[in-house]
């Protein structure tokens, strides 16, 4: 084991603060207000998320997608239907969104429920991808059990001689809208004192309201 006193690493956050009136009118335009600020402050990666969805045995399981596209819709982001997630999706729609801007003293957390999009959604977004990205898609039966690094290897070879050009959209390529509920605006502050503020959609619209830390 490491010697690094994990108990004892902390920061006392003194970045910004978030206060009511600081809130936009909807939590899409403030999550987008957000996101401007954090992919011109870390650059790399920003619109990295942690998605979170539940097994047919009630056991969570987490991983780290990107953020393809955000509107009054909801959340957007691309994988292989087949995946674990994809799985776990079709069996239960709810799951749970985290952005975890550490630089930036901040976190958004989505509670929402995830739908397919469109087939032609779906299509536009894999044309656009890197010729290499879409031959992997190809070649990769995401989650499933492989013999060694070569089997992938081989398969992306196969892959590639079979379109050197263009690729075709995979059957199990797929991708999701997931609709918030509830949107949670986390910025760090000093003595633990963080701010928390959450909307929260009702029939009548969004609330907001403030969480203790």
Aim: one cysteine or more.
């Amino acid at each position: 084991m490491s010697d690094l006193d994990l108990a004892a690493l902390r920061e006392d956050y003194a970045r910004d603060g978030l206060d009511e009136a600081d809130l936009a009118a909807d939590p899409i335009a403030m999550f987008g207000r957000w996101m401007g600020e954090a992919h011109e402050a870390i650059q790399h990666d920003a619109n990295a998320m942690v998605l979170s969805t539940v097994g047919a045995d009630g056991a969570p399981s987490s991983r780290v997608v990107l953020l393809k596209g955000v509107s009054d819709a909801g959340f957007v982001f691309f994988t292989n239907t087949g995946s674990r997630k994809g799985t776990e999706l079709a069996g239960d729609p709810r799951c749970a969104l985290l952005f975890p801007w550490h630089l930036l003293e901040r976190q958004v957390r989505v509670d929402g429920v995830a739908t397919p999009l469109p087939r032609e959604d779906v299509e536009a977004y894999f044309s656009s991808r890197p010729h290499g990205s879409q031959l992997g898609a190809v070649a990769s039966h995401q989650s499933q059990v492989v013999s060694g690094r070569a089997e992938l290897e081989t398969a992306y070879a196969e892959a590639e001689a079979r379109h050197p050009d263009d690729v075709p959209t995979p059957e199990e390529w797929g991708g999701y809208v997931v609709r918030p509920e509830v949107v949670e605006f986390w910025q760090g502050r000093t003595s633990r004192l963080h701010d928390r503020l959450v909307y929260r959609r009702l029939a009548s619209g969004w609330v907001t309201e403030r969480l203790a830390p």
